[in-house]
């Protein structure tokens, strides 16, 4: 009995010690328990329903790889701001910088002409837009342009009623227009636009690195910006519904192609479309999303190029979707 005990005892001291017992390296059982409990991959839509509780693990997981991994070429940015305005954030650069890191692929500006102004500059801000846009002049507030040589100019149009929100002087509603930017840098070369892909990815992509900027050092913060409680109160067929979207040959002439989504209140295309695009990326990766832009500027169509980019088609893909979208939004 007595040596029992001593056993007993030097194996217990020697685990204390973080020293491997009779062989045993506990480091080791340690990495075995670790991978035993991160929650399982999502390789397709099929994993979807059985996983859905999985998907913004791996969504994060992806998008702080793709953060991590450093871009090959550095962003030329130059920012203008309107003779009786004033910058308005000291992080809109680390913002560009950050969504670039994650949607790396597809077409890139040659540079960025970064506009800023406020009520007072509007006149200004218009003349300076098309002189940098040369011969590709598109008017609006917060517009984005392509010129001839390929660079993006972006016009933030800081609204007086807007100048205390919290998300300007944060950098993180840069982040969300810059991807506005990206996507409107796929179609520079195309006879079609953006709106030949739907509102809610259109949105939801760009809340994607809003969102990640705002919590990138805190998994729990943002997950649990990510529990989906403004959805909780829709079912399943609702989600089904919006996410209709009709090719080109099936619409009116004139047609709005985003009519579906218009039937809703606005805010639904950020929401729905935020989770969504964490469906697609943690299936496939951020990089996922703006290849699909990049395709649809070829194919003038979202329903084929989401086949080409996914491997599935949106018949088949739609009903998963509005399942998980159901199901973590409880």
Known sequence: MKLSLKIIICVI??????????????SKLHKISAQATKPKEIKSFYDLSKNYKSIHYWTWQKIVKADKSRLNDKILIEFVVGPNSSYYSKKTTSAIELTQRIFRSGLKPTKIWWITNTNDDDAWAENKMK??????????????????????????????????????SNGSSDAHGYVHALQT??????????????????E???????????YQSNYKKWSENR????????????????????????????????AVTNQWPDQLAYDIGSYVCDIFIAIKGPESIMNLYEDVARTGNFIESFNNIFGISWSNARPLIADALFKISR
């Open 131 to 168: 002189e940098l846009g040369k011969s590709r002049y598109f008017d609006g507030n917060n517009g984005y342009l392509i010129n001839d040589l390929g660079e993006i100019i972006v016009n933030k149009k800081i609204d007086d009623k807007f100048k205390n929100d919290p998300n300007i």
């Open 227 to 258: 529990k989906g409680v403004t959805l909780k109160k829709f079912s399943k067929k609702f989600f089904y519904d919006y996410l209709d979207f009709k090719e080109p040959t099936q619409r009116n002439v004139g047609e709005n192609p985003w």
């Open 185 to 202: 840098v796929q179609f520079m070369n195309s006879k079609f636009n953006q709106s030949e892909t739907p509102r809610w990815l259109f």
């Open 204 to 214: 939801g992509s760009a809340d994607v690195p809003m969102m990640y900027f705002l």
């Open 13 to 26: 001291s020697l685990q204390f010690l973080g020293t491997p017992a009779f062989g045993i390296d506990h």
